[in-house]
């Protein structure tokens, strides 16, 4: 009963999300990526923080598993938490010192009131995330890999257009714009 399937007719991946959040009944949205996996006590972990430190937001990190080579981790996996307010979320979302991925983390759902992924686009997250960590009133950042975020070739985010390039451009110039109008 806990658990619900949609399906869409059609549509892309902020598509998908953005039904989601729309039938969403819990407090708290995570997200994963149809091709990626989650630990077991992925979710069970960011909302005991987040509720333990009444945090609106909880991101953790991912590793990136290749069929070839070894993981690659790139932030800290050494289980330490942190809990900041929002302009220090937004200074280290800005400096990429977390994921800008939607799936390494948890937000209340109340966050989402006026924030939508953009649909038709690549790189939905790194156009959302900022957003997200500017509504809230402060979150947190455990150093734990959580998310595994597997790495194939032929996969959309390997398949290089130039709609790849204009729609990370596009993402990066709306974030960067936020956080310049942004005290």
């Known amino acids: 009963q806990r658990i619900r399937v949609i399906h869409i007719e059609e549509g892309d991946v902020s598509v998908a999300r953005n039904v989601g959040l729309r039938e ?50 790139l932030y800290a996996n050494d289980g ?8 220090d979320l937004l200074r280290n979302h800005y400096l990429q010192r977390f994921p800008a991925s939607a799936c390494t983390m ?5 966050i989402f009131e006026n924030i939508s992924f953009p649909e038709g686009r690549l790189y939905e997250d790194r156009s959302v995330t900022y957003q997200l960590l500017a509504a809230s009133r ?8 959580f998310y595994s975020y597997y790495q194939r070739e032929g996969s959309t985010v390997h398949s290089f257009t130039w ?15 936020f956080l310049y109008e942004t005290d």
């Open 80 to 87: 330490r938490f942190v809990v900041v307010d929002t302009q």
């Open 106 to 110: 948890i937000a209340r759902k109340r």
């Open 138 to 145: 402060r979150g947190g950042y455990l150093n734990k890999a």
């Open 163 to 177: 709609k790849h390039y204009y729609d990370y451009c596009m993402a990066e110039g709306l974030r960067l714009k």
């Open 24 to 73: 969403a009944v819990s407090e708290y949205i995570g997200f994963v990526d149809s091709d990626d996996t989650v630990s077991e006590d992925m979710y069970k972990s960011l909302y005991n923080l987040a509720e333990q430190h009444d945090l609106d937001i909880v991101y953790s990190n991912y590793v990136k598993v290749f069929e070839n080579k070894p993981p690659r981790y």
